[in-house]
């Protein structure tokens, strides 16, 4: 239990709350510790989960890059030998399974997390302890795929995994088999965290913050969570349907048995496409966030954003057979999905208008993380181009399958995903630890991504034109061609610039390092912004807001700090965000209800993998992980989500007692 | 999801207030039920895609023993309805009602799976395994998984009747009755559905 009784005051730097340790509940006494390993192992701190899914995420896109260069350094010159066949095909595979599913996801995951009560101005999510749950599920899943490099090679049917090549006569090691269970145990956390992030938002706004007043990032990643809640179960029940054929011999993708080749791929779109919302929007409200901040004037049509998102969200289910043009459809499908893809072009397109309109005008702040963000604009602007092209079902003929889709792709994730990213590491990171990255590092850091990433990836719109195949392991000096759009060139172009981009990553990683070295602490309000994140200590305290905050406007602080002169309509300051905050603690709510720690998640999270063993292995060992998971869930359920009340003082008459809402 | 909700009541925080007013764990149950309609969705698709397509062994029409299924289907749906007078008790906080009316929910349930191993077994006899054909994997699959559900609501009926029995504060667990209650009447739509599609309309 963790009762703040007086809120900690100290100069911005969160102290640890005393804890009171309660009697075993559920079989174990609660965990209390506040410090240590163990205060990491089992807390359930949004905050702390948040940081967690951050390193978790920036070690697998470390991973993901290494696998990324080894597959162009096998391409650089004709006839590679860097990697065998059958290697490469584990490669590509596993770097696309690795950026997708256990960096972007995770690392938009670890920003949810942290910002989003923040930014509604709760003191945690609504499930804190099914947050920690899809922490240690993600993780659990993500080292499970990879534990079978060590277990006789990778998975290798490509990140889309088609059948029925996937079946175990193309594909008998085991690597199918973890990839295919391992994104199960990480479509859990999926669920969870979308389940929990929904919930989250919809009903633990401060007082007064109605869906209109919310901060983009937020609505965004509602939209996402949505998503997510009815994407995963699709690729679940594809991934149950090939786990099935794999492991217990049944025939779903048996062409021999009349199967349709075309259900999986079916089944995999109506993920995927959402899938690919589920990469950028994330994205998209983090630099809906910074280009305002940087631009010192509100986002430019906030009910379009929002509303354009949401349309996103909905049109993003009717497009998905686009991935398929070239899979004989009929004319009637292709003409369907190929005028649904120029469409969802549009709210695509209103929202790059309402950023733009956001710089227009405005008093331009060229930080780091502005930088990133209008890196975004111009790189996503290009990507978007190339999908309409690829819309266009007679010029996908030619382009699928080939470098112009790999080109058209990593310019979306890339330029697009992870380069909002990037701006929200350089926008939050003070917010986060109190200390701001090096700016002038940062922009080196930028101008090297940007160079590297158009390096590597601009040729591929020539390569894939002139007919390189993607997922091919070597071409040849006979086939390269000749004069300007020879493939020897351009693909030695892409490979030199995957090690600028390398490069550029380090330099975000010696940011890291030396800024956790320096002592000098950030401002309160570096970056003088509009969202409340901002109205609270940085980092901020384990209950995060003295005072929850009642909330008037759209972006609350700024209105907090400005006020508009009635006659010249300029704003001028009435507050600094230091005097806000003292303000705050002065007036702090007196006994604040935080959620308890807790050893279930994570042990239950463990118990999964286990059973996935087991259905690969031995089946004994699944029951036995499937017994595990029960009595996981038996601790789970029978121990309270917060300590009984007789563990804290109830509050003297007259005293104020505000309480998270109901906890679980 | 039952342990999720089980501590809500614990601590009594139906008092607490929410922006929407419903209470997080009533709006949780709604999504996780509203993300299995496409759980099941998937299954649906996948079977009546493949229930015709039998290279070997029996076809739908001649392994499908209709009475006994509407049986059934039939003790799947009372049990919805005391499933009904389960929340009902519970909200009058009348605890005995609630835990009689819950094992007897239990109960039918139970039936209802057993009907459906013995389904199973009868199937696998005249020669339906889940390897035979594409009709064999998907209905197995389908069937199973909402099987495996039913279960899953026995196990959290059961445990709910035990934790009921072990407190002290009557009535206290009657939004995680009320919770529970609707997954178990999910289950029992999803079960119509099947039963509609899978069983009643001819391949
Ligand atoms: C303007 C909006 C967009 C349009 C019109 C569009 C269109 C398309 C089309 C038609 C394809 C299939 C090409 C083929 O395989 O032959 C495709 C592939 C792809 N798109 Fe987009 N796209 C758009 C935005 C995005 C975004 C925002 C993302 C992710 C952030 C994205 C990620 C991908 C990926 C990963 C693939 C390749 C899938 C694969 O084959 O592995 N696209 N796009
Ligand atoms: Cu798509």
Redesign the pocket.
Known sequence: MAIIEQPVTTGGIALAAPVTPTKAQGGFRRPVSTTGWKSWLFTVDHKKLGIMYGVMAMFFFLLGGIEAVMIRMQLAAPNGKVLSASVYNQMFTMH?TTMVFLFVMPMAAAFANYFVPLQIGARDVAFPRMNAFGFWCILGGGIFINLSWFLGGAADG???MYAPNSGPIFSPSHGIDFWTLGLQIAGIASLTGAINLIVTVLNMRAPGMSLMKMPVFTWLTLVVQFLLLFAVPVITVALFLLSFQRNFGATFFDVSAGADPLLWQHLFWIF?HPE??I??LPSFGIISEVLPVFAKKPLFGYPFVVFSGAAIGFVGWGVWA??M??SGLGPVSVAVFSIS??A??IP?GVKIVNWTLTLWGGKLRFTAAMHFAIGLIVL?TI???S??T??VAPS?TQ???TYY?VA??HY??FG??VFGLFSGFYYWWPKMFGKTLNEKLGKVNFWFMVIGMNMTFGPMHILGLQGQPRRMYQWTEARAGEGFFNLAFWNRIASIGSLVLSFGILLFLINVVKTSRSKERAPLDPWDARTLEWMTSSPPKEHNFDVIPTVHHLDEFFHRKYEQDPVTHEYKQIATAEEILADQEAHADKHIHMPSPSYWPIVLAASLPVIMIGVIYSIPVAILGGIFTVLAMFGWALEPSTAPESDFDPPASGESTKELAPLV | MSDVAVHEADHGTHGHITSTGLSNNKVAMWLFLGSECLLFGGLISTYMLYRGRVSIGPRPGHVFDIPFTSVSSFVLLMSSLTMVLAVSAAQKRDDRGTTLWLTVTALLGATFVGGQVYEFTAMYNEGLGFTTSLFGSSFFTLTGFHGVHVTVGIIMLMSLVGIIKRSDIPGDKAEVVELIGLYWHFVDVIWIIIFTLVYLIPA
């Open positions: 696309a490509g990140w889309f995927g690919v919302y990469l950028i686009h991935h043009f070239a893809t120029m969802i072009a695509t996503f990507g978007g181009l999908g309409v690829h819309s996908d382009q699928t399958d889709i058209h792709f979306v994730l697009g995903a």
